[in-house]
């Protein structure tokens, strides 16, 4: 069948579409405002179930240094304190990695950089869309209804 010759019956839909790398992984990526179903990403959820099993067995006292763990662990202790800083990021950044609707360009590797304590500077470094709360935290904010813009203050 070619283009010229379509059989009524037939629908046929012309989607354009590219392959990335996310992570080591092939994956396709849609066109902009096509948002399709999105699965977890198994290395992050692995990655913070494991920060947060630590953190537990370090404030239990099963373990008195971060030092200790790492060799019971069998992994070197600067790795173990890059992976534990996932156990302070945001609730809601937790949540939608767990649901599997953090931004695209969320890899561990971004994750195991240093953070900001803070949870909206956390939002905001990550790429995260802002929430209206979050807004109200920042000067120099407009909200329309759906869409949130924040202006970036230039020094003169």
Do not use: N
């Not at 010229?4 to 066109?31: C, F, N």
């Not at 709360?133 to 203050?153: A, C, M, N, Y």
């Amino acid at each position: 069948m070619t283009r010229a010759t379509p059989i009524s019956e037939t629908v046929t839909l012309h989607v354009p579409y590219r392959v990335v790398k996310r992570g080591g992984r092939k994956e396709i990526q849609l066109p902009d405002g096509v948002q399709p179903d999105r699965k977890a990403d198994s290395t992050l959820v692995k990655a913070l179930a494991r920060a947060f099993r630590w953190k537990r067995m370090l404030e239990a006292g099963e373990f008195a240094t971060i030092a200790e763990l790492a060799e019971r662990e069998g992994i070197a202790a600067p790795y173990l304190t890059r992976m534990m800083r996932l156990s302070h990021l945001s609730p809601e950044l937790v949540e939608s990695i767990l649901d599997g609707h953090q931004p695209r360009h969320l890899t561990l590797e971004v994750l195991r950089q240093p953070l900001p304590e803070d949870w909206t500077e956390q939002k905001r470094s990550l790429g995260a869309p802002a929430t209206p709360q979050d807004l109200q935290q920042i000067r120099g904010f407009t909200s329309e209804p759906r869409h949130v813009t924040v202006k970036e203050k230039r020094q003169a």
